[in-house]
């Protein structure tokens, strides 16, 4: 069974960064894709970040494109989500998610299996 574990979350000034970590286990980063997203209170799941190293494609969300970034460390199975320039909107819970395809549309319909999400607050 697939397994993810999100960490770093954490208070942050505005203006701040993160760095977000998935942990994958019972299966390699690389045989699936792995989709990123976030919830505000009182606001639906919000997809805003998608790689698929076996297909070759990346989609990132408008809201988060110049400011989130990703990363791997294929030694530890385990991605990373920079963020950067952190702004109050930003507030939420967030999660990876697995799924055989990257799509454009990152939509959690698409997704199989979840982490449990990790709190991150941008807050003066």
């Known amino acids: 069974q697939v397994h993810l574990v999100e960490s770093g979350g954490g208070l942050v000034q505005p203006g701040g960064s993160l760095r977000l970590s998935c942990a994958a286990s019972?299966?390699?980063?690389?045989?699936?894709?792995i989709g990123w997203f976030r919830q505000a209170p009182g606001k639906e799941r919000e997809g805003i970040l998608c790689?698929?190293?076996?297909?070759?494609?990346?989609y990132i969300a408008e809201s988060v494109k110049g400011r989130f970034t990703i990363s791997r460390d294929n030694a530890k199975n385990t991605m990373y989500l920079q963020m950067n320039s952190l702004n109050p909107e930003d507030t939420a819970v967030y999660y990876c998610?697995?799924?055989?395809?990257?799509?454009?549309?990152?939509?959690?319909?698409?997704?199989?299996?979840w982490g449990q999400g990790t709190q991150v607050t941008v807050s003066s």
């Open positions: 790689i698929s190293t076996r297909h070759g494609s990346t």
């Open positions: 998610a697995a799924a055989r395809f990257c799509l454009a549309t990152i939509k959690t319909n698409d997704y199989d299996y």
């Open positions: 019972r299966f390699t980063l690389d045989s699936y894709a």
